[in-house]
């Protein structure tokens, strides 16, 4: 049972009592383990690794995802694959950032095109 779907969080699975999914590792077998929070600032991560019997906890105060980033470096490290909380995390950072930064070039684009069209009108 801990391995059907229950709810979902942040768009991603829950399984069984809260139980996570993070990333598959072999013969279907998963990183699993449980991230909380609270506030003021307390992060908690769990990941265990149920073929190589090995896992971390990590209890944090002062952030909100710190404990998660870690616990995600870690999976990545024993894995090679990406955390799939921790993208569903950065996800609405990563397209915010990929708008500004399109808006930025296409400004600059703009500038750059507005100089050279001044430039050729002083030439002439």
């Known amino acids: 049972m801990m391995c059907q779907v229950e709810t979902k969080t ?44 090995d896992g971390i906890i990590i209890l944090t105060t002062g952030s909100t995802d710190f404990a998660t980033r870690i616990a995600s470096d870690w999976v990545f490290i024993h894995t090679g694959k990406v955390d799939a909380l921790l993208f569903t995390m950065q996800q609405g950072k990563m397209l915010k950032r990929i708008a500004i930064g399109s808006v930025i070039i296409i400004l600059g684009v703009i500038l750059i095109a507005l100089f050279k069209e001044h430039q050729k009108k002083a030439t002439k």
């Open 10 to 53: 942040l768009g991603a699975p829950i399984y069984g009592l809260g139980t996570f999914l993070y990333a598959e590792i072999e013969n279907g077998a998963f990183i699993i383990g449980h991230d909380g929070k609270n506030n003021p600032p307390i992060n908690t991560a769990f990941r265990y690794n149920p073929i190589a019997n």
